[in-house]
């Protein structure tokens, strides 16, 4: 059975920071794109960042310079790690694999939100809650 485990999220002050975990079993993620997502209240999932298989990521032009994605292999983990959090990061965030966006749409990223219905595709975590206050 394949599953996808987030945890770390919670609540945090605006400038904190927070490391999101996504910890996998019946399924390799180094050997998958994935991708970090976050749906706010009443929206569709917004990509946030992915992690390539070839080891590349690429972020949204909202957390460009603020979010990192990093991987653990031996542990089979990717983690968001996120600094300067901001008020309207607050959302649930979702980590899922393999991921499906066109390599036009990922390199786009930074310039073009890419905004979905969650669960659209691969395997998808339960979500982890991140709400930043003022």
């Known amino acids: 059975e394949v599953q996808l485990v987030e945890s770390g999220g919670g609540s945090v002050q605006a400038g904190g920071s927070l490391r999101l975990s996504c910890t996998a079993s019946g399924l390799r993620l180094h050997n998958l794109d994935m991708g970090w997502y976050r749906q706010a209240l009443g929206n569709e999932c917004e990509l946030v960042s992915t992690?390539?298989?070839?080891?590349?990521?690429y972020y949204a032009g909202s957390v460009k310079g603020r979010f990192t994605s990093s991987q653990d292999n031996a542990k089979n983990t990717v983690y968001l790690h996120m600094n300067s959090l901001k008020p309207e990061d607050t959302a649930v965030y979702y980590c899922a694999a393999p991921i499906y966006h066109p390599l036009t749409e990922i390199q786009a990223l930074g310039v073009t939100p890419v905004r979905l219905k969650c669960n659209r595709f691969g395997y998808w975590g339960q979500g982890t809650q991140v709400t930043v206050s003022s």
């Open positions: 992690l390539m298989r070839d080891g590349s990521t």
